[in-house]
């Protein structure tokens, strides 16, 4: 493996990637520096979590002067979390040169972002859409670009934004470094590619599996019904460190995040329709752990790049195999492990099935957790607690109580009183969810072209009632902070599925 003394670097970005503490290069950075550092065109496959950002910011940051005063580098991102996390990187590679990159991205004030233009930066990072708006306000020219980064050109594509780009990239000189990263290689990214790039070489780190060994990955069948239960009693199972629940509309997250803060998760949701101070703030108590459920679209997920994650749940069966690949490297990042759990309706095996086909992985089946299991992962995870407060010897102003009970009831009596206070019992708060109807699943004309969308139909009405109520002992929840707004499709719909606790 290279080491980025490897590739000649300027000793003060050979500085910041020290003190990043980067030290062996990832198998994207070994393939993609030496061919950027010469000037090449590339086209560099590879997933998000590989080090592609360091890939192309590397040599970007190494052939840029610190008293350039034009914008030279521009860097097009998918969306506005990916856009600020790429800033981010580079801000801290090129922070010993003092180069001056800047995001630019919708929701934040664009008068902000016209004063900070002012200071002459000579990177942006922008998305699609609030770029071109900058340009037609004559607030950023293009005219001295050299290089150009699509990041993420996939994602970027299959939101819309084929004729965004296409309008920016005829405002950079053709006389420029062009590099495009994709995790997938469909048709139109490859056109794409035909048309901006010139004479491009082609990297590619994407494993034989589609998706990361490292993530065990689990399917359980079930009714639509029986979801919201087998989520509790997976999350109570499973105690994850941080979790993320994927939900196909913007109404399944809101209610979704809603039904879990009722059972006692610490959850939020996240969609297209927050404002951005809101999804800075569920994003700011993801990372620092004041949530530990996440529920969020596929589209507000996209391009987010959080350490820790240690479970994903679908608890709606992704529309596309690409959407699936998304999500599930949510977790499993930098080597660690992780694990992916889907909910297939038993109409939604075929399209299970075609996942399984294009991401090159079987996925196992699971059966629905028991009220049992539950229970003991959360006693589980209590006794943890009571142990690690033991182990710090974090205890000592309860002493003289402790002595008191002790004198008067039986200690395992006690301590398993204890245990049951600290666990919590099941909370049997009625659940209210809009059933989503399963997914149909097409044939393609050609199953190598993963790119081709399903389609869903509009939503049953179904009322039920289901068997457990689980909630983490401890654990407060809070209200999201995003609307309740629904699409066109959501209002069409007026079923409800009830989720009650009953005897086992």
Known sequence: MATFYDFELEPKVIRAITEMGFEEATPIQSQAIPHALQGRDLIGQAQTGTGKTAAFGIPLINKISPQEEDIVSLILAPTRELAIQVSEEISKLARFKRLRPLP??????????????????????????????????????LDKVQTVILDEADEMLDMGFMDDIQSILKLVPEERQTMLFSATMPPNIKRLAEQFLNDPVHVSVIPKQVSAPS??????????????????????????????????????????AEALQKRGYSADGLHGDLSQNQRDTVMRRFRDGSIDVLVATDVAARGLDISGVTHVFNFDL??????????????????????AW????????????????????????????????????????????????????????????????????DSVQLLAAAMKLLTG????????????EPLRSKKRRDDRNSNRR????????RRSSSSYGGNRGGGSGHKSGGSYSRDRRDRRSSGTSTYRKTEA
């Open 454 to 461: 399903y389609g869903s139909s509009k939503p049953g009405q």
């Open 425 to 436: 019992d099941n909370n049997d708060t009625e659940i209210v969810l809009t059933p989503e």
């Open 342 to 409: 889907t909910f297939v309706a038993h109409r939604e095996i075929d399209h299970l099935h075609l996942i399984e086909k294009v991401t090159r992985h079987r996925i196992t089946k699971k059966p629905i957790p028991s009220i049992a299991e539950a229970i003991e992962g959360k006693q589980k995870v209590t006794a943890e607690k009571v142990l690690e407060i033991l182990q710090k010897e974090q205890y000592a102003e309860y002493k003289a109580l402790a002595i008191q009970l002790l004198e008067q009831y």
């Open 104 to 141: 630019i991205y919708g929701g934040q004030d664009i008068g902000r972002q016209i004063r900070a233009l002012k200071k002459h930066p000579q990177i942006i990072i922008g998305t699609p859409g609030r770029l071109l708006d900058h340009i037609q306000r004559k607030t950023i020219r």
């Open 318 to 339: 992704p529309q596309d195999p690409e959407s699936y690949v998304h999500r599930v490297g949510r977790t499993g990042r930098a080597g660690k492990e992780g694990q």
């Open 215 to 256: 993530i065990a990955q689990f399917y359980i069948e079930l009714h639509e019904r029986q979801k919201f239960d087998t989520l509790c009693r997976l999350l109570d199972r499973e105690s994850p460190d941080l979790a993320i629940v994927f939900g196909r509309t913007k109404r399944r997250v809101d209610e979704l």
